[in-house]
């Protein structure tokens, strides 16, 4: 589901290579699991590195983006860092609805260290187990259409960040649901990508 949605969002000229984790877990639910899926996104980012012209993190907490940034030579990004930077776009303040609790506070760290604090104007969860909501599209629509309103309406969010790459479906539907950017991270890490990609002038892979 998500590469089908990083395809859907590539300019002409550019293709896509996946490459899925095998021992992390199969959604990042918990700090524990953000921490513990970071060595294999390194790790698959180093050995893919050569073949492609810039690697997204197909999770959104960036697990493991700094250290990979940090050793490869193309550009690298990940799906809340390319959100919270489209979202905060035009001096916009922003908020995330999303299903994972536990993240809650991690994802206002990412903010901050995008420099992005004074743009955040705070989270607003679902109620219910991620996974469990992930296996039900049209329910998990439904909560996070809650989530968004309550981004709106109580927390004066000017853009709503659908935080999580498992959520991407469910993005694309709200997208169409409110007057507002509602941030859909999977295609908003595409198009920051294939712009660090036309900065460093490298040939798209």
Do not use: W
Request: aromatic share 2%; charged share 15%.
């Amino acid at each position: 589901m998500m590469v089908a949605i990083a395809r859907g969002a590539l300019p002409a000229g550019f293709a896509l290579a996946e490459a899925t984790a095998t021992r992390s877990p199969p959604m990042i639910v918990s700090q524990k699991a953000l921490a513990a899926s970071a060595s294999e996104v390194v790790e698959i980012g180093l050995r893919e590195a050569d073949n492609v012209s810039g690697i997204i993190v197909g999770a959104f907490g960036d697990p493991g983006l700094v250290e990979l940034r940090s050793k490869v030579s193309i550009p690298v990004t990940g799906l809340c860092e390319a959100s919270m930077l489209e979202a905060a776009g035009q001096g916009r303040t922003f908020g995330v609805a999303t299903v994972t609790p536990d993240l809650a506070e991690t994802i206002g760290q990412r903010a901050e260290t995008l420099g992005l604090a004074s743009e955040y104007s705070g989270i607003r969860l679902t109620p219910g187990e991620p996974l469990v909501l992930a296996a039900d599209l049209q329910r998990m629509e439904r909560l996070l259409a809650v989530a968004v309103r309550e981004c709106i309406e109580l927390d004066g969010a000017q853009a709503v960040i659908i935080g999580g790459g498992p959520l991407g479906q469910a993005a694309v539907g709200l997208a169409r649901q409110f007057s507002i950017p509602v941030i859909e991270p999977i295609p908003a890490s595409v198009r920051r990508l294939v712009a660090m990609i036309q900065i460093a002038g490298n040939q798209p892979s």
